[in-house]
């Protein structure tokens, strides 16, 4: 590790431990007006008519949302709660994203394609959503030109994530890649399982151990 990344790691440690000593359980909810607005911003109307086709569902942890080899095309946006997406590869299980509240959890290919997904995704907490049908987000797509400008913008959004997570998973180091999730999701480091951690970072436990212990 250079050593401008081992200064920057120590202090997003530390800071981190500091986080992890006043936050507690966590209880932060996120409301659907929010996450829809921060998506795009909608008129009243068309955003009341897009609401009215939303509902509020609960899981436990460890219920698996999304099936792969399954056709998934509804979108779900995460109230409050912790999922995380992965496939199995040669009885391995490799997670690839994780989410938060706030975001959403989708499978871009049963959403655009209609064809089977690639991911299950699991809730690694109780997890409230908010889930909204492909087939009502048509119609009003077909109805309301503003919720149409909305889901195109989804589309867009959804595509650049998916384009930051090859690109990262692509050309950066583990080190560099726990550098991320500690600078940009900092709690997820607390609310998560190490053995996750290190499924998302493409290393052992014993190897996210090792990284974690150089930075204290």
Request: charged content about 30%.
């Amino acid at each position: 590790m250079n050593t401008v990344n081992f200064i920057t790691l120590s202090l997003f440690n530390k800071a981190y431990e500091a986080f992890d000593l006043i936050s507690g359980q966590n209880n932060h909810k996120m409301e659907i007006d929010t996450i829809l607005d921060e998506i795009f911003k909608l008129p009243e109307e068309s955003k009341n008519a897009l609401k009215r086709n939303i509902t509020q569902i609960k899981y436990p942890k460890g219920h698996i949302l999304l099936n792969a080899g399954k056709v998934e095309s509804n979108i779900y946006f995460i109230k409050k709660g912790i999922v995380r997406a992965y496939v199995n590869q040669n009885d391995n299980e490799v997670t690839f994203w994780f989410g938060k509240e706030g975001q959403t959890v989708i499978s871009m290919k049963s959403y655009t394609q209609d064809e089977k997904g690639y991911e299950d995704i699991e809730l690694l907490e109780d997890c409230e959503l908010y889930e909204l049908k492909k087939e009502d987000l048509q119609k009003l797509f077909d109805s309301d030109i503003h919720i149409a400008n909305w889901g195109r913008k989804f589309a867009e959004i959804e595509l650049v994530k998916t384009e930051e997570r090859l690109i990262s998973r692509q050309f950066k180091n583990a080190t560099d890649r726990y550098l991320e999730l500690l600078t940009n999701h900092p709690e997820l480091i607390r609310r998560i399982q190490l053995g996750h951690i290190a499924s998302y970072l493409g290393i052992t436990q014993v190897s996210l151990s090792r990284i974690r212990a150089e930075i204290k």
